[in-house]
């Protein structure tokens, strides 16, 4: 049997955004909810979860990320409203939603899912939502609490950032949460 590593691709933040988001958390720990909160220094937009991937298909999933966004620019994206997976009454993961004017995300993840099928790597069946889960609910402990804060809490201003690179990660899961290692980045270019 092969060796394998559990890999994903995704989008990184710059520090504003990540403060922003820790922000957002610090006031909605307030609530002593039981969720599994994202590290702030993990704080990322995954693209397409690959989960365990054979060391040897590294090199071609390096190779397709290479020849599907050589060309590809940097573009602008925006944090927008916070919401839950798969409500905001019965919530199991907490995000932030990214405003995507140009649909350039979309577009990146649906030419990625393509080209991955064709590697032999299975079709998401969930409509891809641009966004960064910021946290995972544990139990339905102080969940009304939760509910009632979500609405008055949001980014502070407009913060946006150029999205510049899509990066192959792997991730080794820990006691204490998930490590996330970068493998193989594609820088955009102007």
């Known amino acids: 049997m092969d060796a394998t590593t559990r890999t994903f691709i995704a989008i990184n933040f710059n520090p504003k955004i990540q403060n922003s988001i820790k922000y957002i958390q610090d006031h909605l720990k307030k609530t002593d909810c039981d969720i599994n909160w994202v590290k702030p220094?993990?704080?990322?937009?995954?693209?397409?979860?690959?989960?365990?991937?054979?060391?040897?298909?590294?090199?071609?999933?390096?190779?397709?990320l290479a020849n599907l966004f050589k060309n590809t620019k940097p573009f602008n994206i925006e944090l927008e409203q916070l919401g839950a997976f798969p409500n905001m009454v019965h919530p199991r993961a907490l995000w932030v939603g990214l405003k995507d004017t140009k649909q350039k995300l979309n577009r990146m993840a649906t030419s990625l899912e393509k080209a991955l099928q064709k590697m032999g790597f299975e079709k998401d069946q969930r409509t891809f939502n641009p966004h960064i889960t910021i946290g995972r609910v544990?139990?339905?402990?102080?969940?009304?609490?939760?509910?009632?804060?979500?609405?008055?809490?949001?980014?502070?201003?407009?913060?946006?950032?150029?999205?510049?690179g899509i990066t192959l990660f792997k991730s080794t899961l820990n006691q204490d949460g998930p490590t996330y290692e970068p493998l193989y980045q594609v820088k955009f270019m102007n």
Do not use: W, Y
Request: a positive charge; glycine letters at 4%; one cysteine or more.
């Open 138 to 164: 544990r139990s339905s402990k102080n969940i009304s609490d939760l509910s009632r804060s979500m609405p008055d809490c949001h980014a502070s201003g407009n913060l946006t950032q150029t999205i510049s």
């Open 41 to 64: 220094e993990n704080i990322h937009m995954t693209i397409k979860f690959l989960g365990p991937v054979r060391l040897t298909q590294i090199d071609a999933i390096k190779q397709a």
